[in-house]
């Protein structure tokens, strides 16, 4: 919501700034939202080539959120960006697991799945790169939650058959997917670890943090 309008999840993204003073120093926040939701690492284009699966829903990738990115940068901080950007902490996700929905709900087996794993990673290592050429020196790449957790994956593949849950009444091949997809990835950052010796590249455990909410929902309030 912006200025009292109303803007679609699956369009263009949001920006938002504050600033705050702290004591006798200037503290400034700055926050830009540059997601879509909805969105996939690989173009549309890629999908229905390559996988036959249709993203009717959005068109605005990875790859089309960081030309969003590129020209922000240079209508906001153009020329001294770099150094501007260089002090940044840069969030490069969670971004890949609507791939897996998209295919899954139009018919594609575990195994199909499996196998965009690989270009969806590296989709997203490009798209770090991408970040790191912008003057990034410290990215969060984070993982897939637990998917098979989530409402609408459980809505969308439920079945009568008990064995194909967890004890937390999660779907376990759609988490195993995840796990599969969230190895891979660790492994494309410790890679890039190597070229860029001087960045920070961390990976985000969405997995098991959303893991360790069920473990304590009790504690927590939640039953």
Known sequence: MKNGSYRPPNQAPIGWCAR?????????IIHVASWVAGATALSVEFLAENNNV???????SLSVQLDWMSSHFQTTCSPDCREKLSKSLF?????GGNEFFYGLSQG????????????????????VKRVISFGATRIIVPGNFPTGCHLIFLTKFMTNNSTAYDEYHCLKDLNNIAIFYNNHLQQAIDELKKDYPNITLIYGDYYNAFLWLLQNAVNLGKS
């Open 20 to 28: 705050k003073s702290l004591t006798a120093s200037i503290f400034r």
């Open 54 to 60: 249709n993203t009717a829903f959005t068109n605005s």
């Open 108 to 127: 594609k087996t575990m195994e199909e799945s499996r196998r965009m794993v690989p270009a969806v990673v590296q989709t997203i290592i490009h798209g």
């Open 91 to 95: 969030l490069v996700g969670e971004i």
